[in-house]
């Protein structure tokens, strides 16, 4: 059932450091670039780390289970990398490379394209063996860039859109995803598996995927920096939809430097996908200047206190980090009114969009492909329940597929209201009465243990408003709790990305809440 390729040559001898010797955990983008442009170490070596790490934590060990399949080309590609920093001169007179992801290996979400030899399947077995005639649009970036595409991280099935009673890091694909900090702890979702690899060290950064808090959930609770961008910055072309009022992709890294490295790699105006053409004079290819450790000095800050209150232990941890920001110079607004009222109609938006989406998306596919449309994923679902649907069914599919088209006058006031409350009423109102540079809330709460008899059990935090509104929207690790992250989220208006890596640097910097995970069984209450 899993599609795993594991391809081992041995490391090139142009490697002067013991590959065992090498301390690589906790490494971030910069500190490996500077390794490699030194000489001091290979793309080829750093990849080879990385998959050894994969073979040892996700397939033994303790199981992680992050990774659906390994790009049997990421050596070559890694070695093709460490040629071209090569002059003729040899290891003392490396070339710059093409910028600050050459040679860095970066797992992508298995709902994203690669015109490679890995498949892109959404974690389904109904798309099991496709094979992407192009890579997606952020994946042309990252090449460019000089980015390694070490695979295919697991993730959610079809990024937890096609059950109400899901658990969280399944897939028929991949199976069951594992909190590292706490392996009978659930990791969160849809990005499971993109977050789960990064906090155990088995890349340098992934790419996940979002419409509701799939970057923004995973991230914090598996104790690192992700980022949900403005709907636009990032292409979404080649990727597996669910709803292109909310859908993006974002970067997903173990420092906000890192994660803002990625994002500046991934953002892009790109003809097949009319939404980024809005970011044309917004975004930025590096947005690593705007990394200040007094960034917060000045900052006006609004906190969400009716998005606090789910848990009483995330409420102090981050009444604490707010008092860091007071001590570091932020203004304080509290509270914001900011509530989340478009549950119905949110969902509403999501499944016409998902029917009419999805279908382009499969209708696309070559003649090979198992399934063509969203009723014939239903079908192939139906006719292999044993295989698909051991734990949970796929009623969200089943809603969908029942509603009409995108010219509905229930689609269409539903897109209003969302966009009404989320926007107009939300966030931009919040941040234009207060005068604020952005808004923090709790991004979570501490893992739930897995459950696949019952499915998943969120218990809060801020996500929705910004993934509905389609607004940029940060996490930074805050804090442990019984040795389970918690993350703290900055939040604002379109296209503020600066500005809220700012903050969430400073923040970062200040606090040093990240701790690495040690692969517990279960939680050690104190």
């Known amino acids: 059932m899993l599609s795993r390729v594991w391809v081992y040559p041995l490391i090139d001898s142009y490697s002067p450091i013991p590959l065992r010797s090498l301390p690589m955990d906790e490494y971030a983008i910069p ?7 030194s000489g001091e170490l290979t793309s080829n070596a750093l990849t080879l780390l990385y998959l050894e790490r994969i073979q040892t934590l996700d397939r033994q060990g303790p199981k992680l289970n992050s990774v659906i399949e390994l790009n049997p080309d990421a050596l070559r590609d890694a070695q093709a990398l460490d040629k071209d920093r090569q002059a003729s001169g040899g290891r003392k007179k490396l070339k710059p490379g093409r910028g600050p992801l050459h040679g860095i290996p970066i797992l992508v979400k298995d709902n994203i394209d690669t015109a490679d030899r890995t498949s892109t399947a959404a974690g389904s077995l109904a798309l099991e063996g496709n094979h992407a005639k192009q890579d997606a649009f952020l994946v042309e970036r990252l090449r460019q860039a000089g980015a390694v595409i070490l695979g295919k991280a697991n993730l959610s099935e079809w990024a937890n859109f096609r059950s109400s009673h899901s658990t969280s890091g399944w897939s028929s694909r991949g199976g069951l995803t594992r909190n590292p900090y706490a392996l009978d702890r659930n990791p969160c979702g849809s990005s ?3 977050a789960v690899a990064v906090a155990a ?10 419409t509701d808090g799939s970057v923004i959930c995973p991230s914090q609770t598996n104790g690192i920096v992700g980022i949900k961008p403005t709907l636009g910055l990032v292409s979404r072309s080649g990727i597996i939809p669910i709803a292109h009022s909310q859908d993006t992709a974002g970067p997903m890294a173990r420092t906000v430097t890192d994660a803002a490295i990625l994002l500046g790699a991934m953002a892009g105006v790109d003809p097949r996908d009319p939404a980024t053409a809005s970011s044309q004079d917004k975004l930025l290819s590096d947005y690593t200047p705007y990394l200040k450790a007094d960034g917060l000095k000045g900052a006006r800050i609004g906190v969400a206190r009716k998005l606090f209150g789910f848990n009483r232990q995330v409420d102090q941890l981050i009444d604490s980090c707010l008092q860091v920001m007071k001590a570091l110079g932020a203004e304080l607004v509290d509270p914001v009114e900011l509530e989340e009222k478009f549950g119905e109609t949110e969902m509403e938006v999501l499944l016409y969009e ?3 989406d999805l279908n382009a ?21 139906e006719q292999n329940a044993a295989r698909v649907m051991p734990y949970f069914g796929q009623e969200r599919m089943i809603q969908a597929e029942a509603k009409g088209s995108l010219s509905d006058q229930a689609y269409l006031k539903a897109l209003q209201t969302d966009l009404r409350l989320s926007r107009d009423q939300g966030i931009d109102a919040a941040l234009q009465v207060h005068k604020l540079d952005a808004i923090v809330a709790p991004s979570g709460g501490p893992a739930w243990l897995t459950d696949l008899v019952n499915g998943d059990n969120y218990s809060g935090g801020g996500v929705s408003a910004p993934a509905v509104a389609g607004y940029p929207h940060i996490t930074v690790p805050a804090g442990l709790i019984h040795g389970l992250p918690v993350g703290i989220s900055f939040f604002g208006g379109a296209y503020q990305e600066a500005t809220l890596l700012r903050l969430a640097y400073a923040f970062e910097q200040a606090m040093a809440a990240r701790r690495a995970p040690l692969f517990l069984p279960t939680v050690v209450m104190e």
């Open 31 to 37: 500190e490996l670039q500077n390794l490699m442009q």
């Open 192 to 194: 499971s598996g993109s």
């Open 201 to 210: 060290n088995l890349c340098a950064a992934a790419v996940g995927t979002e």
């Open 354 to 356: 998902f029917k009419a």
């Open 361 to 381: 998306y499969l209708a696309a596919l070559g003649p090979d492909a198992r399934v063509h449309s969203l009723k014939e994923v239903i079908e192939f679902n």
